[in-house]
Structure formats: structure tokens, C-alpha cells
């Protein structure tokens, strides 16, 4: 049984060795990657001449995203550079943080430089920020003088934004009287008079409520801010509250949402001094089709109840 044993375990190695066939090296170092260091140079300069002295009269561009669909050759890619040069101010074209270039040199498909960069540029006429990372894939000729085949993995999200931001558009309509306003007032004024139950029930129970003073990314769910509530009430008397100006509410055509955006005042005591303390209070407060509070981001100094 022993022998038996062996003979299945060297047969299972012998499997797995069988399987492994190098097909070649990859290296951290070489001239393939001093070539594509330039060749960005050259892009984020807008260095037409440089980009074309690399670039293959050959070239093929294609989007990895969409099953290797081709873009274009090289003039497709020159004019693209062009495009860079002409639109945007602050180009760069640099690794990735904590990324860098890899150089393979393979026996069946040639030599492919694997390039983890990250896309930096800031539309001149938008203002829209350029700041995402690419894979690229460069395929070689055999001295690493030219780039024959360029392979782009990218998120194409904010050339959208671009494209969407060179005409005036329209997203939605603008209420300066409407139930969801209406609804924000006695929100706020039935927790001015310490009618708390009548005051969230105005909310939707599953409702993410923010702050500017809260960690970035976070929220509290409705409980959780009338916990909140509690512990700052016995700290402070609220005293009053007065509109300022008058609320907008917005239904946007986009993601078909619904905000009040409306500006306050609070008025305060401090328990422990009898200090009073006013606060300018901005909040946005999202809805759902129900007409209720689904989300609220609100504005104010956190400082001044210091």
C-alpha cells in the first residue's frame, strides 16, 4: 500500500510539473519601458513629432472594454494627442501610485509592456477634471523601437461629463411653493415645540442621515440620529429657528431625485452657562415618492458651540 502511496503522489507532481511551460520573462528594467516612458513624455507634452517617431505607421489602437474593438491607427491616436494638447491644461500621463510597468517578452505572441498609469488633465473649456487610472498594453516590435498595438482599458465616465457640458441643458424644474417644502417646515418646527414623535414621522424609516462634521462617506439611520438628538438636548435648549430666505425644492430630470434645499437659523442655550449661540444651518434633504424625508445632508460650523 506504501509503494502504492508514492507511486500517486509522484504521479500527482509529475501532473502539476507537466502543466508549467515557460513562455518567457518579464522584466521591471528595459528598453521596452524607457520607450513608453517617453512616448507618455510625449503625449502629455503634446509632443506630436516625438509620439509619431514611436508610434508604428501600423499602429492599431483598440479598446479592451468592448472586445478589443478597434479605434483607429496612427492618426486616429495622433489626433488624439492633439486633442490632449489643445483642450486640457496640466496633462500627465504617470504610473499609478504603487504601480509600475512590466516588460514581457514572450516566445508565441511577442513583446508586450503592461502599463498601470494614471490620466491627469483639466478640460479647458468644462473645467471638468481628467484624474483616472488606464491599463494599457503595448505590443512591441522585436528592437523596441516602435509600438506596434495599443490595448486601453479605462473608465470613459468623465469624457461623458465632457461630451454632456459643452451645451446649456435643462435638469428639471424648480418649486418654490410645494408639499415636499411644506414638509421640511413642520419637520422642523414640531421639533422646535418638542413634538419629537410628530417630527420623525416625517421620515422614512431606512432614511441616511449626514452632516459636514461626520467622517466622509458616513451616515446615521434615523435611530441613530435620535439618539444623537437626546445627548445634544441635554447639552444645549434649543430656542428657535428661523427660515432664512426661502427653500428651493428641485425635482431633477437625472435619477429622477427630489430635494429641498433650505437655509436656517438655530438659536441656542448652553445648559451649563446660559451662553446664547446662533448657528446658520443649510440642509438638503432628499425625498422619496411617498413625500417622505429619505436622506438629508446638512451644513454648519460645528465650532461655534464651542
Not at 524607457?34 to 509619431?52: C, F, N, P
Not at 496640466?90 to 513583446?111: H, W
Not at 428661523?242 to 427653500?247: A, H, K, L, N, S
Amino acid at each position: 500500500m506504501k509503494n502504492i502511496i508514492y507511486l500517486l503522489s509522484f504521479l500527482f507532481v509529475f501532473s502539476i510539473n507537466a502543466q508549467k511551460n515557460k513562455n518567457g520573462t518579464v522584466y521591471d528594467k528595459h528598453p521596452g519601458i524607457d520607450l513608453i516612458a517617453e512616448y507618455h513624455k510625449a503625449v502629455a507634452d503634446g509632443d506630436i513629432e516625438k509620439a509619431s517617431s514611436i508610434l508604428h505607421d501600423n499602429v492599431g489602437w483598440y479598446d479592451g472594454n468592448t472586445n478589443d474593438t478597434k479605434w483607429g491607427g496612427k492618426q486616429r491616436i495622433l489626433g488624439n494627442i492633439s486633442w490632449f494638447k489643445n483642450y486640457f491644461d496640466y496633462v500627465s500621463f504617470d504610473d499609478s501610485e504603487g504601480a509600475y510597468p512590466d516588460m514581457l517578452e514572450t516566445k508565441r505572441s511577442g513583446n508586450w509592456l503592461q502599463s498601470w498609469f494614471n490620466v491627469y488633465g483639466v478640460h479647458k473649456n468644462t473645467g471638468i477634471e481628467l484624474d483616472h487610472p488606464v491599463l494599457r498594453l503595448y505590443r512591441l516590435n522585436d528592437d523596441f523601437s516602435k509600438i506596434l498595438t495599443i490595448i486601453e482599458y479605462s473608465n470613459k465616465r468623465n469624457f461623458d461629463m465632457i461630451r454632456n457640458s459643452r451645451t446649456d441643458r435643462q435638469n428639471g424644474i424648480i418649486y418654490k411653493s410645494h408639499e415636499n417644502i411644506n414638509t421640511v417646515r413642520k419637520w422642523i418646527y414640531s421639533f422646535l415645540n418638542k413634538d419629537y414623535d410628530r417630527s420623525y414621522s416625517f421620515w422614512s424609516p431606512d432614511a441616511a442621515i449626514d452632516n459636514i462634521n461626520l467622517p466622509w462617506g458616513t451616515s446615521l439611520t434615523l435611530e441613530e440620529a435620535k439618539k444623537s438628538n437626546e445627548e445634544f438636548l441635554k447639552v444645549f435648549d434649543l430656542v428657535g429657528i428661523d427660515e432664512i430666505g426661502y427653500p428651493d425644492y428641485i425635482e431633477y430630470d437625472w435619477l429622477d431625485s427630489k430635494t429641498v434645499l433650505s437655509w436656517w437659523m438655530y438659536k441656542f442655550v448652553r445648559k451649563s452657562d446660559g451662553k446664547e449661540i446662533e448657528v446658520p444651518v443649510h440642509h438638503s434633504n432628499d425625498f422619496n415618492d411617498e413625500g417622505k424625508i429619505s436622506g438629508s445632508f446638512s451644513y454648519w460650523n460645528q465650532s461655534l458651540l464651542d
